[in-house]
C-alpha cells in the first residue's frame, strides 16, 4: 500500500508540473495513456492522481471527454486569494510564538533565495521557493485543519503564468513581491502576530489578487 501511495504521488506531482510548466494548458485535455508512457506506470496510479486533482479544483472530470484542466476565472482567483489571506493570516498568528531560530534563520535564507530566482529571471524557481517560505509558518501554527484547507487551496493555484514575454513586468513585481516577503520576516523576528496576520490578510494576498488582475 504504501508503494502505491508513494507512485500516485509521483504521478499526481508529474502532473501537477506539467500543468505549472504549461506543458498542459487550461481547457486541454489530460490524456492518461501518454502519462502511462512517459511515467512506465500503470493506468490505476494514473487515475487516482486525476481523481485526486479534480477533487481539489485542479481539473475537471467531463463526462464523455476525460479529464481538463480547469479554467479560472478572475472571479475564482479574487475568491481563492481573499480566503487564502484570512487563512495564512491565522496560521501566521497561531506560529509567531512558536517559531524557533532555525525556523526564522530557513525563512532569511529563502528570502535571498527568491531574489536572486528573480534576478536571474528564474520565475519558475522563484514560485517553487516562496511556496516553501509560506509553509514554514504554516507548518508550524500546530492547526491540522487549517494547515489542510490551506494546502489543498493552494493546489488550484498550480498554473501561474510567469512568462516575460506576455508580462515584460514580471521581473519588477516578483522583486515588490519579495520585499513584503521581508516584511513578513521582519514581523515574525519582532513577535508581532497580530501585525504578521494583518499584514497576510488585508496586505500580501490582496496584492497578488491586483496583480492577478494586471497580468
Request: with cysteine.
Amino acid at each position: 500500500m504504501d508503494q502505491f501511495k508513494t507512485l500516485k504521488n509521483h504521478v499526481y506531482d508529474y502532473i501537477a508540473d506539467q500543468i505549472f510548466l504549461g506543458k498542459i494548458n487550461p481547457g486541454e485535455k489530460i490524456y492518461e495513456s501518454k502519462i502511462c508512457e512517459n511515467l512506465s506506470v500503470s493506468r490505476t496510479p494514473v487515475r487516482e492522481a486525476l481523481i485526486e486533482l479534480s477533487c481539489f479544483g485542479v481539473i475537471d472530470n467531463i463526462p464523455r471527454r476525460g479529464f481538463v484542466v480547469r479554467e479560472l476565472t478572475l472571479r475564482d482567483f479574487s475568491e481563492l486569494y481573499s480566503t487564502i489571506g484570512v487563512l495564512e493570516g491565522e496560521a501566521a498568528f497561531l506560529a509567531c510564538p512558536l517559531l524557533s531560530d532555525r525556523d526564522l534563520a530557513d525563512m532569511k535564507f529563502y528570502l535571498e533565495s527568491m531574489k536572486l530566482a528573480i534576478n536571474q529571471h528564474n520565475f519558475n524557481i522563484y514560485h517553487k521557493q516562496q511556496e516553501t517560505f509560506h509553509d514554514i509558518f504554516v507548518d508550524k501554527c500546530g492547526n491540522r485543519v487549517l494547515i489542510n484547507t490551506l494546502e489543498n487551496l493552494k493546489k488550484q493555484l498550480i498554473k501561474r503564468d510567469f512568462n516575460e514575454e506576455t508580462h515584460p513586468d514580471i521581473q519588477e513585481v516578483l522583486l515588490e513581491t519579495n520585499r513584503e516577503h521581508e516584511r513578513i520576516y521582519n514581523l515574525f523576528v519582532e513577535k508581532d502576530a497580530k501585525g504578521v496576520s494583518d499584514f497576510l490578510k488585508n496586505v500580501h494576498w490582496r496584492t497578488h489578487q491586483a496583480q492577478f488582475e494586471v497580468l
